[in-house]
């Protein structure tokens, strides 16, 4: 672990909360979800507020996130709209709170130069026990408090002024006059200062669930489909009549669904020779065979002289796998026709051939999918899917540990942005 935060692999890209008032903020926000306040004098938050150094105090990673459903959340600055979420049960939670951010960008602006903004987004369960549970999200709402209750003296505020609008005599009501300018001073004109977010509902469609193994859910016109683990509590019972169920271990029909709804950009020369996905592709195939040897060899100087030995020295183990010789013929078959018949192809393989159509509303989703359901390509894993990562990190050897570190740091994170553009088509529209 201590590799993946020395080069910033994990908890990177986080603010800095050192000022004493930001600080003692933050503690009234713990105190209002019943926590215990932080000691510590400095730590650094995510988007949503949650803290690497405070989880570690408090001995719970999950403290803003207690039942892995209607997640809390902590806003101290405006600032915190350009970080990532480091840690989430949903997918679509760093998306949901850039919503919350844009939607109401000047309201969070005023309150936080006084104040904190704290709450819940809150779903339609309180508790995740079956499919259904989550099935029956379909929109979340911010809950939204101020830890100096900025927000209800704006609101009491608002109402005395339509008072003295509305009522002849309350002008010569001297308490409330004085009322009103103490509150005044403490929440500013507002009628200049928007102080009350004006949007809390947000719509909550295709997403990943970390329950039950790990839970992806596609939603199209007429049906929505439920790719997870079989045994999942609710698989093929919850809404059989609106709800489509696909088992994650069943490859094949993953594949076959993704491509049937438009999902999959399916292999062409023209972006597979352009992106180096499966070259790339190839590469990660040979190292996932050198990671199960034991001893892992030398892995400080690859190159295809390196790859060329290796192969030649492990072609049984590279060759039973499958993958690389899978890339290989499809790269010079795309180099002789320009595209390929993917119903030649092995259904358990296809997805090594494939990436998420990156006009696809859910292209961040199905990558993630695609690179669930190929794990030997760290790279992909690390971009799209950094809880099934850092799940893989932890069973790795040591050195192919320190391998997987510099590779990732050596490219990936020179230009993410250029990266993902690259090898997934994708826009520079996630951090």
């Known amino acids: 672990m201590n590799r993946l935060l020395e080069a910033e692999l994990i908890y990177g890209r986080l603010l800095a909360i050192r000022e004493p008032h930001l600080v003692a903020r933050y503690n009234k926000a713990l105190a209002a979800f019943d926590l215990p306040q932080t000691k510590l004098a400095e730590f650094d938050i995510d988007i949503t ?81 079956t499919l259904d549970d989550l099935l029956s999200i379909n929109e979340v709402k911010f809950r939204v408090l101020s830890a100096e209750d900025l927000l209800g003296k704006a609101g009491q505020l608002r109402q005395l002024c339509d008072a003295l609008v509305t009522s002849p005599d309350a002008w010569r009501d001297d308490a409330m006059l004085e009322r009103m300018v103490s509150l005044a001073k403490e929440t500013g004109d507002i009628r200049q200062n928007t102080l009350v977010p004006d949007k809390l509902v947000f719509r909550h469609d295709a997403f990943w669930a970390d329950h039950f193994g790990g839970v992806f859910v596609f939603v199209d016109e007429k049906i929505t489909t439920v790719i997870c683990d079989p045994q999942a509590p609710g698989f093929r019972r919850s809404r059989p009549w609106q709800v489509s169920y696909i088992s994650i271990d069943d490859t094949a029909q993953v594949a076959d669904f993704l491509a049937r709804t438009g999902r999959l950009e399916l292999p062409r020369a023209s972006w597979v020779e352009s992106s180096g996905l499966f070259a790339h592709r190839l590469e990660m195939a040979l190292l996932s065979v050198a990671a199960a040897l034991d001893p892992v060899p030398d892995l400080t100087r690859i190159d295809p002289v390196w790859m060329q030995t290796f192969l030649h020295r492990n072609a049984k183990a590279i060759s039973d796998r499958g993958v690389y010789p899978l890339l290989q013929e499809a790269l010079r078959t795309l180099s002789r026709t320009g595209n390929l018949r993917m119903a030649e192809i092995d259904p358990k393989l296809r997805l090594w051939l494939v990436r998420a159509e ?74």
């Open 358 to 431: 990156p006009g696809h509303p859910d292209q961040w989703l199905t990558n993630r999918l695609i690179a669930h359901l190929t794990p030997e390509d760290f790279v992909s894993r690390f971009v799209f899917d950094k809880q099934g990562f850092y799940k893989a990190y932890d069973q790795y050897p040591e050195a192919y540990r320190d391998y997987v570190v510099s590779r990732l740091s050596d490219t990936y994170l020179k230009d993410k942005p250029a990266f993902r553009k690259r090898l997934y088509g994708l826009g520079d529209d996630h951090a």
């Open 49 to 129: 507020g949650f803290s690497p150094q405070v989880a570690a105090e408090l001995g719970d990673p999950d403290y803003l996130d207690p039942l892995k459903v209607n997640r809390r959340f902590i806003i101290l600055t405006p600032e915190q709209d350009s970080l990532p979420v480091v840690h989430t049960s949903f997918s679509n939670t760093a998306g949901l709170m850039h919503e919350f951010f844009a939607a109401n960008a000047r309201a969070i602006h005023a309150i936080t130069l006084k104040d904190t903004l704290y709450g819940e987004i809150e779903d339609s369960v309180s508790e995740v026990k």
